[in-house]
């Protein structure tokens, strides 16, 4: 956990000799504790202040990298409990379990529909990030005959399950450019996964039953040289496994407790997918960084990427689209022209309802700082003087052989001032976008 300005103070020589360029020690602590200045600019720090400042400014929980280039998964360096403390900035790496059960064409099968889980959304791509190799059948040759199918078969990366410490060797030398994250899924062969993750330069999973157990392990790994873990609760009681989580994060980011400050993953235990989505979207609500699933059928991966994504979202910045005009459908001159903000949600929904009546129409987004209508109304950020300057500038006079712009229902205050300002003929349209295939189809 970050010390406070008065912590690093405590351990600063406070004879105020101003060599560092501050007035006062103090001066100086403040400076440091808000990452203007760095420790070093202080001559006069003792060794074994400077271990505990640095310690302190490590991050509380480990940041954790699987797979290489564009696609990697970056997991952990989190720093808040909740995320409207400050946000939350790795999302979690959803992924699939493939065992080596299946049949050659039932794996490419299954890692095609995985492949394919891929989704547009608020003008974002959401999808998913991993495959879990398991070695379910015990058998070596099945095992590292199902890795090297997966190599050719997916661009996603790649989680190695075996307690085989041979199997796992031998797997990690087809895959270890693609740097997966290696489990052993027993305890027996903790320190041959130990040993295969130093050799390969690999991120591995601890697992335990309890957090102390966890916590030994840890430390015993990090005194062998590993510095990347991901950490799995062995807990049968869902709620018992969630308090955990809650625990792991808490003792991590409050109490500094270093042995827990790793990533988290769970594996789902539902198997009516139904039960199991509802499972998935607690792990990502309760800190997990990775979740490992059985179903891969769409309707159920949706949903769930859609809550990863809202909350991962960075609260402070509602997810815009750019202020400018969007044509939809056939626009000609007469097409009718729509203001709106250029909240994403806001933006989709009312470019949804468009395109579901048929209606080519223009959509301008103006730029209300990602706010919805309402919102952005009472914020005086989508006011009369906002809509006209973005009729002048986005270049819709040129577009249209009319000045009729529509403007939400709820924001039909605006329409005298706006007139008034822009020179257009401000029509009101429906307070929610779902009246607008009615609104557009009786427009002239
Ligand atoms: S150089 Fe070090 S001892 Fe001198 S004022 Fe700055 S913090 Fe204090």
Redesign the pocket.
Do not use: D, G, R
């Given at each position: 956990m970050a010390l406070s300005g008065l912590d690093i103070y405590k351990l600063?020589?406070k004879?105020?000799?101003?060599?560092?360029g501050?007035a006062?020690?103090l001066a100086?602590a403040m400076a440091l504790a808000q990452k203007k200045v760095s420790l070093d600019k202080?001559?006069?720090?003792t060794a074994q202040a400077r271990l505990a400042l640095e310690s302190s400014s490590q991050p509380p929980i480990k940041l954790v990298t699987i797979g290489t280039g564009e696609s990697k998964l970056e997991l952990g360096n989190e720093t808040v409990m909740f995320r409207h403390e400050q946000k939350f900035y790795h999302p979690t790496g959803i992924g699939f379990l493939v065992e080596d059960t299946l049949s050659q064409d039932e794996l490419k099968n299954r890692l095609s529909k995985i492949n394919d889980l891929k989704f547009e959304r608020v003008g974002q791509i959401i999808k998913v990030d991993l495959v879990a190799l398991k070695n379910s059948s015990q058998d070596k040759a099945k095992f590292i005959s199902m890795v090297k199918t997966a190599v050719e078969a997916t661009k996603l990366n790649i989680i190695l399950i075996s307690s085989n410490a041979d199997a796992l060797k031998e797997a990690c030398t087809i895959v270890k450019d693609r740097r997966p994250l290696i489990m052993a899924g027993s305890k027996d062969v903790f320190d041959s996964l130990v040993t295969i993750a130093k050799e390969n330069n690999l991120p591995l999973v601890v697992e335990g039953q309890s957090l102390e157990e966890i916590a030994v392990s840890t430390e015993k790994a990090k005194s062998q040289g590993i510095e990347e873990m991901v950490l799995y609760i062995k807990e049968d009681v869902l709620s018992k496994k969630f308090q955990k989580f809650t625990l792991a994060r808490r003792s991590a980011l409050k109490k500094n407790t270093r042995p827990l400050g790793y990533p988290l993953i769970a594996f789902t235990t539902q198997e009516e997918p139904e039960r199991e989505l509802e499972e998935a979207i607690s792990y990502v609500t309760r800190y997990a960084n990775i979740v490992i699933l059985k179903n891969i059928d769409k309707d159920f991966v949706f949903p769930l990427l859609v809550v990863r994504q809202d909350i991962y979202t960075d609260p402070q910045k509602p997810v815009q689209v750019e202020p400018k005009v969007y044509e939809i459908g056939h626009v000609t001159k007469e097409s009718p022209v729509i203001a709106t903000t250029n909240f994403s949600i806001t933006y989709f929904t009312v470019a949804g309802e468009v395109e579901g009546s048929k209606v080519p129409t223009y959509i301008i987004s103006c730029d209300a700082e990602g706010m919805s209508v309402l919102t952005a109304w009472a914020a005086e950020k989508f006011t009369a003087e906002k809509i006209a300057d973005t009729l002048k500038k986005c270049g819709i006079e040129g577009m249209v052989s009319h000045k009729k712009v529509v403007i939400p229902g709820y924001v039909a205050v605006l329409s005298g001032k706006l007139e008034e300002l822009s020179g257009w003929t401000v029509e009101v349209g429906p307070r929610e976008a779902s009246g607008l295939p009615a609104f557009l189809k009786g427009w002239k």
């Open positions: 600063l020589p004879t105020n000799c101003k060599e560092c501050y006062t020690c100086f202080c001559p006069h720090v």
